[in-house]
């Protein structure tokens, strides 16, 4: 079985919660779930594979967690469109399912009701070293990490106090002086992550 030593969790503040949204309208309509599409592309797809050691965690509007889990995970393809209807199945799998439960959607997609803090939880159970990706935190070049890390990393909003009460004693780990997209953050700690691996640099 892989190892799963990478994971990301993604702070959806606007994101849809039931299954009725459109799929030709995901800026709109659907609440910015084109960031989140976006997301899971960079989490996961290289040009000719799929990383198999990663998990990552859609928290949309505190309530509905949606988690890919790369080692068993299927159908995912670059367009936002298909990634899409795979979380709106996702969506649709938690309708009715008791709070606290993990319901199966399609292969390596999994959904249930809970809170931001649940995912912490999970993380730390699992023996996730845990970081908190801001503009103002530690230049990630300047700071070590295990072999099992997650990021916490917000959508187009910033981090809200009552998320930061959930992430409070995190470590700020920060990816340059810009405020960056969402998805472009995930690529960019696995582009440093991967170096490091290689040999090519280290800290």
């Not at 009715?96 to 999970?122: K, Q």
């Not at 809200?160 to 992430?167: A, G, V």
Request: glycine letters at 10%; proline letters at 6%; charged letters at 25%.
């Amino acid at each position: 079985m892989i190892e799963v030593a990478r994971a990301f969790v993604v702070l959806s503040h606007t994101g849809p919660m039931t299954p009725d949204f459109p799929l030709a309208d995901l800026p709109g309509s659907a609440g910015r779930l084109d960031i989140l599409c976006r997301c899971a592309t960079e989490a996961f797809l290289l040009s000719h594979g799929i990383r198999r050691d990663v998990r990552l965690y859609f928290v949309i509007r505190g309530e509905l967690i949606v988690r890919l889990e790369g080692r068993t995970l299927r159908y995912l393809n670059p367009d936002e469109r298909s990634t899409a209807a795979l979380i709106r199945k996702a969506i649709a799998a938690a309708q009715g399912a008791p709070r606290g439960e993990w319901v199966p959607s399609t292969p390596g997609i999994h959904a249930r009701w809970g809170l931001l803090s649940d995912v912490r939880g999970e993380l730390e159970g699992d023996g996730y070293s845990l970081y908190l990706l801001e503009e103002g935190g530690e230049f990630i070049r300047e700071v070590g990490f295990p072999e099992r890390v997650a990021f916490f990393l917000s959508d187009h909003k910033d981090f809200t106090p009552e998320d930061l009460s959930h992430l409070e004693g995190l470590p700020r780990i920060s990816l340059g002086p810009l405020s960056l997209q969402a998805q472009t953050c995930i690529a960019l700690v696995h582009n440093e992550l991967d170096l490091r691996e290689a040999g090519w640099t280290s800290v």
